[in-house]
């Protein structure tokens, strides 16, 4: 099983909708974990932390399962500039820095 | 504020020639230096891990010759693809990890993209 999963997609959603990503992790001892954006090749960009009580920001809402070991992201009201691929990504803690990323899901959306 | 920047963004160069990739943290120490590598589709995969003064520590499947990693000073590490072959190309790019106030901090530089003809 890969450390980190996601769906690829791409996920096609017209402006305005509610699109929603999903992403497993296999260590049940990571204790952080993260959302990053990347656009057209170019280096991830945070998007927001998760926190197991779960977060907003704007229109990105994400949230933690520590028991089924997977988190989320819903974007309200897409726009055009939200299209890019977002990465799962998990950290082990425990005073690493290391990241482990999830190949990322495509996001294109349609005006 | 504090970046990372990663020089070259884009090199071209012909098989069996050495190609150097630089990272530097801007108003901020790097203490640590992670280097990844990213092929069309697929996920960043961590190559390496290294600290300031100390060896780098491979990932498995990384050739340590092949790939050397420089971290002499605290801002500064650099990534040497050495005998490159058409394989190589891909996307590397680095992860600088240090204190920025007081708060541990991550950044991420450009990216290079490298062709080996």
């Known amino acids: 099983r890969k450390e980190v999963e996601q769906d690829p997609g791409p996920f096609n959603v017209p402006e305005g909708a509610t699109v929603a990503f999903n992403c497993t992790y296999s260590?049940?001892?990571?204790?952080?974990f993260f959302w990053y954006r990347q656009d057209c090749r170019k280096e991830p960009k945070l998007l927001m932390s998760?926190?197991?009580s779960g977060n907003e920001d704007g229109r990105f809402t994400a949230q933690l399962n520590r028991a089924s070991q997977y988190i989320s992201l819903l974007i309200r009201d897409s726009k055009l500039s939200d299209s890019a691929t977002y990465l799962c990504?998990?950290?082990?803690?425990?005073?690493?820095?290391?990241?482990?990323f999830g190949k990322g899901t495509k996001l294109s959306v349609i005006p | 504020g504090a970046v990372v920047s990663q020089h070259p963004s884009r090199v071209i160069c012909k098989s069996g020639t050495s190609v150097k990739i630089e990272c530097r943290s801007l108003?901020?120490?790097?203490?640590?230096m992670f280097w990844y590598r990213q092929f069309p589709k697929q996920s960043l995969m961590l190559m390496a891990t290294?600290?300031?003064?100390?060896?780098?520590?491979?990932e498995q499947g990384v050739e340590k010759d092949k790939f050397l990693i420089n971290h002499a000073s605290l801002t500064l590490s650099t990534l040497t693809v050495t005998s490159a072959h058409p394989e190589d190309s891909s996307f590397y790019i680095c992860?600088?990890?240090?204190?920025?106030?007081?708060?541990?901090?991550?950044?991420f530089g450009q990216g290079t993209r490298l062709t080996v003809v």
């Open positions: 998760v926190y197991s």
């Open positions: 290294s600290n300031e003064g100390s060896k780098a520590t491979y």
């Open positions: 260590n049940s001892a990571s204790q952080s």
């Open positions: 108003d901020f120490q790097a203490t640590t």
């Open positions: 992860s600088a990890r240090g204190l920025v106030q007081g708060r541990p901090e991550a950044f």
């Open positions: 990504v998990v950290n082990l803690g425990a005073g690493s820095y290391q990241l482990t």
